[in-house]
């Protein structure tokens, strides 16, 4: 890998687009609020409140789907549950149905069966053994997360906070570091999946 592809030592990586690529070390903040069993919304921020994605999903869908939008208001990636079973995910580009060609598979491991652990398949690499990324979460109380890229961590993900009320639901706080040279849509967007398809442990854990 040549010193183009690296940056400090982190592969670079460009999913989304290179204008979500990160030149620098940036802390974001994830907050998803849940409605219910309805609606889910998630934004993400930086330490100054400024708001670079937005995503938004409901339940009351066969399958599960969210849209994920940048700061305009585009959509710009679709995270859409292959099975009913929650154990398959697809992430498309844009506002994108099932039948699109997705830009990764991403799915509950079966060398990890009982962790939270999800392994993500570029396309074409479904059927082999290695995947190109993995989201490993610890089960510690903290419920802390990282992304790998084969023994590298490009992302750090930490859980702030959980709160509860009647009238504003679910709401959860979490803080991602992304390294630079990194793709912070693609990171957000697998950092969604995890949330949603291990979500219904965490209601049991938490």
Known sequence: MTASQMAYGVPMISFAGDGFRVPNSVE??????????????????????????????????HYRKIVM??????PILTIREKAITGQKW???????????????????????PMKTRLDVFLPGK?????????VVGSNHPSQSYRVYKGDTITVQVNHN??????????KENFGVKVRSGVDYAFILALI???????????SLSS
């Open 126 to 134: 479904i059927d082999e053994d290695i995947s190109e990324f993995q």
């Open 69 to 74: 939008r940048n700061s305009a208001g585009f």
């Open 161 to 170: 906070s959980t709160r509860r009320s009647f009238c504003q639901g679910r």
């Open 90 to 112: 697809l992430v498309l580009g844009g506002e994108s149905s099932e039948r699109s060609q997705p830009l990764c598979t991403v799915q509950r491991s079966c060398f990890a």
């Open 28 to 61: 974001f903040i994830l907050d998803k609020k849940q409605h219910g069993f309805s609606d889910v919304h998630y934004e993400v921020s930086d330490v100054n409140k400024i708001i670079f994605l937005q995503a938004d999903g409901s339940y009351m869908t």
């Open 192 to 202: 969604i999946t995890v949330l949603e398809c291990f979500s219904e442990f965490r």
